[in-house]
């Protein structure tokens, strides 16, 4: 008895115990980590639900928002039913991954994002080198839209796969390859459905749908400042994985088919649009929320 009473009064005592330094610092790289990944998941919530839905986190969870505030110019979509109810299913699987991620890390402000068509029309005039008239808007049907999705998912996806070996604990590890599944899944849909319409031309440019995801690749792969880590839904012969027959490209991966990474660095210069982590832009006009990404814009100078 003596012993038992023992046992339960040593497990008791490591129960009680502090956290070590060391677990601490563990736990605060790991948080600094999925707070930089919750600007992207508000991004692609917002704009999944604004598109599918008309009506974004501020009237489905407003809880989430942090006190953040509202999308700039995102709007409801027009969209054949099929594509809007993909789209409103994706929407609520970012509701979830906010939350989820929120439950870890504690409060982190939405942070101000601009989801206007002129900024998506910036990114496009980027990619092409050169303005298109009218300018481009992804509201305006469905394969406007997926070309809009196209742009933003697959920069967290790259960004889950960088951050994973820099996570600490297997609480947050767990966390992020839960994540990572579904942000593949909803890339492969997206990219499924315009590799089905890859060599329809988008009106009125005269342009085909695969010619844009290439282009936006290139241009993803040019700001980011590392390499070729994006491609489009056609490939070239000098990128081919299996030389002579195929040179379609539903899934994106290195030559052994395994997903590109991308660092918090490399991701902000392409969600700013500016090319450098220090320059906010684009999707955000004044910048990501968090340690990691306020840390670039304090250090701008």
């Given at each position: 008895?003596a012993a ?7 497990l ?19 948080e ?47 969209l054949t ?5 993909i ?13 989820e991620?929120?439950?870890k ?12 068509a ?16 009218p300018?481009f ?37 767990k ?19 315009l ?9 009125p ?11 936006i ?12 880590k ?26 052994n ?9 490399e ?9 450098k ?15 990691i ?6 250090n701008?100078d």
């Open positions: 008895m038992v009473v023992a046992v339960v009064f040593f008791l005592l490591v129960l009680l115990l502090p956290e070590t330094p060391n677990a601490k610092s563990k736990f605060v790289v790991d600094n980590i999925l707070e930089f990944h919750l600007n992207l998941e508000y991004l692609e919530a917002e704009f999944f639900l604004y598109g599918s839905l008309g009506k974004g986190l501020d009237k489905l969870q407003p809880n989430l928002t942090g006190g953040g505030p509202p999308p700039v110019g995102a709007r409801m979509a027009h039913p099929l594509i809007r109810n789209f409103a299913q994706f929407g609520a699987q970012e509701i979830g991954h906010i939350r991620i929120k439950s890390i504690g409060e982190l402000k939405r942070p101000l994002m601009n989801l206007s002129q900024s998506f029309a910036t990114v496009i005039n980027q990619a092409f080198g050169r303005p298109l008239y300018l808007d992804p509201y305006l049907n469905d394969i406007n839209y997926l070309l809009a999705s196209y742009i933003i998912p697959y920069v967290g996806l790259t960004g889950y796969v960088g951050s994973t070996p820099k996570l600490k604990t297997s609480i947050s590890r966390l992020v390859a839960g994540l990572l599944a579904v942000e593949s899944g909803q890339d492969a849909v997206v990219r499924s459905l590799y089905e319409r890859a060599m329809v031309r988008v009106m440019y005269g342009i085909t749908v695969a010619e844009f995801t290439d282009r690749s290139a241009l993803r792969n040019k700001l980011g400042r590392n390499g070729i994006d491609e489009g839904l056609v490939i070239t012969s000098n990128n081919l994985k299996i030389k002579g027959k195929w040179k379609g490209n539903i899934l994106v991966g290195n030559r088919s395994l997903a590109y990474g991308r660092t918090p660095k991701s902000l210069r392409i969600v700013y649009g500016s090319g982590e220090q320059v906010p832009g684009g999707f955000y006009p004044r910048g990501a929320e968090g340690t990404a306020r840390k670039y814009l304090i701008k």
